[in-house]
């Protein structure tokens, strides 16, 4: 292996140096990303392995979650002091050794124990790829390599309930974490070869304040949040205790960071206009986004009685329209600006999406994979070109901490749309009757034959009813981000000038 070769400014196109950085950090994310999906597949399986309530095996998503948001915001200073690739490889061989424990958890207890093992490994996946693939391409080429980034986000929520139904099905439980091990260990030999050298920056001492404020802040206010289904309301004290403390914490890092000269967040990066603008876009995009895939795969379950592998082939027209017009977004973003792409790629998703807001227990098929298909369209002209506008004005010393906001950004809007999501949609089958009788038929807590047929058709109807009108929420909130996206750059994104002392950085080693 020779020494690195930087970046070729003056080319769009990506090269097969960088290519090979994005198969390694791709490889890893779709690992953690799929790992998601798979597992809350499995919970009815969980309650009936281990004899155990669904609010409890429910805690193998929620610890996970909960070791996200305490690791991410080391991420970005870790990332600084050590290098991407020591960190990268330190991330994988806890994410597989969390998999391994996992496969042979013999009680639930011991399941969630090394499910928020997992999570520390997974964690740092995502803002760590983020950062390898925009320090390797340079801030001309970030549109498409957000756009190969944007591969495992699509290929999460679709093939995590496919590939976890099957291997259920097909082996045991057991496999939905056993088959992180070849994966994991490939993606750790690559990148062991594949990824450039660190060449880690004499770093600032470590706020270790900032994050004893920030970590348990985020964890408690993602705890009170992932709480909001299970209690039912907001008002809950399970939902508000954690959730003020954690707001708490964080408005404590918040004051302590504006005073701090090197923090855990630099909170300073908000004062570039195209960051900010692209985390209130990406928020508010988020919140209604995530909120809609919950309900998709719950539809198909509990409305039209399809199975678990079945409801995952049914969602794959959205990752087929997504991966349509995600490489084309990525282009475009770099040449003419994430603005005009996020615009049409709102208006796009907003038309797939109406098309549930009007859905019943009998909808046609062809009617509802076509409104995925344009959902995926207008999602794949979105996220990514968003992440763009954030990270391409950044200079390489920043790209580390802003990479990290990001992440820390979507992981809270994803827990707020999902359980916003799920309050209404249960509010709603909790004020009719009929469709409460039949959702305890299909979850198996109740048997079908106590309950009238005539209650049963009329609460497959009423429950249909309740989905399209959460749908209406979401479909609100994604043309809200028309807002906040019509303040986004319109034209190409020059890069920023680098800061005193900054060297370029090397792109693979060959």
Not at 328 to 351: H, K, S
Request: hydrophobic content about 55%; glycine content about 10%.
């Amino acid at each position: 292996m020779s020494g690195a070769v930087p970046p070729d400014a003056g080319s769009d196109k990506l090269d097969p140096a960088v290519l090979r950085v994005a198969g390694v950090v791709v490889l890893g994310a779709i690992m953690s990303i799929l790992d998601v999906t798979v597992v809350s597949v499995a919970l009815p399986t969980f309650q009936r392995e281990f004899d155990a309530s669904y609010a409890t095996v429910a805690w193998t998503m929620t610890a996970y979650t909960l070791a996200l948001a305490t690791v991410i915001p080391v991420t970005g200073w870790a990332a600084d002091r050590f290098g991407t690739k020591r960190l990268y490889l330190l991330s994988l061989v806890l994410f597989l050794a969390g998999s391994a424990l996992c496969s042979v958890a013999w009680d639930i207890g011991p399941l969630i124990v090394f499910r928020a093992l997992q999570g520390l490994g997974g964690g740092m996946l995502m803002p760590l790829g983020m950062t390898i693939m925009t320090r390797a391409a340079g801030p001309h080429r970030v549109g498409r390599v957000m756009a190969v980034l944007g591969v495992p986000m699509l290929l999460g929520p679709i093939g995590g309930p496919i590939l976890g139904g099957w291997l259920i099905e097909a082996a045991s439980w057991h496999w939905i974490f056993l088959i992180n091990m070849p994966v994991g260990l490939v993606a750790f030999l690559l990148a062991l070869r594949v990824l450039p050298k660190d060449q880690p920056h004499p770093s600032e001492s470590f706020d270790f304040v900032g994050m004893l404020l920030l970590s348990p802040g985020l964890a408690l206010f993602l705890y009170g949040a992932s709480s909001i289904p299970e209690a039912g309301t907001v008002a809950a004290a399970k939902v508000l205790v954690p959730a003020i403390a954690g707001l708490v914490l964080i408005i404590a890092f918040v004051l302590h960071a504006l005073r701090k000269d090197h923090p855990l967040i630099d909170l300073g990066l908000f004062r570039n206009r195209n960051l900010t603008t692209a985390v209130v876009t990406m928020t508010l995009f988020t919140v209604a986004f995530m909120g809609a895939m919950l309900l998709l795969p719950s539809y198909f379950l509990q409305v039209r009685g399809e199975g678990t592998l079945d409801t995952g082939l049914l969602l794959a027209p959205q990752g087929i329209g997504a991966m349509l017009t995600m490489p084309i977004a990525g282009r475009l973003t770099d040449r003419t600006g994430p603005g005009r792409m996020v615009l049409a790629g709102i208006v796009v998703l907003a038309l797939g999406l109406s098309t549930f807001t009007q859905i019943t227990a009998d909808t046609s098929y062809l009617l509802l994979l076509g409104g995925l298909f344009v959902m995926g369209l207008g999602m794949g002209m979105t996220m990514m070109p968003i992440m763009s506008a954030a990270m391409a004005s950044l200079t390489h010393q920043q790209v580390a901490r802003g990479s990290t906001t990001m992440n820390i950004v979507q992981q809270t809007a994803g827990s707020i749309g999902t359980a916003v999501m799920s309050v209404v949609l249960t509010n709603q089958v909790l004020a009719n009757p009929a469709a409460t009788a039949y959702t305890a038929v299909t979850q198996g807590q109740v048997p079908a034959e106590q309950v009238p047929p005539e209650v049963l058709a009329q609460g497959q109807s009423s429950l249909a009813d309740a989905f399209g009108q959460t749908y209406v929420i979401a479909l609100v909130l994604i043309v809200l981000c028309v807002i906040p996206a019509l303040l986004l750059p319109r034209r190409r994104i020059e890069p920023a000038t680098p800061e005193p002392g900054e060297t370029p950085i090397p792109v693979a080693m060959h």
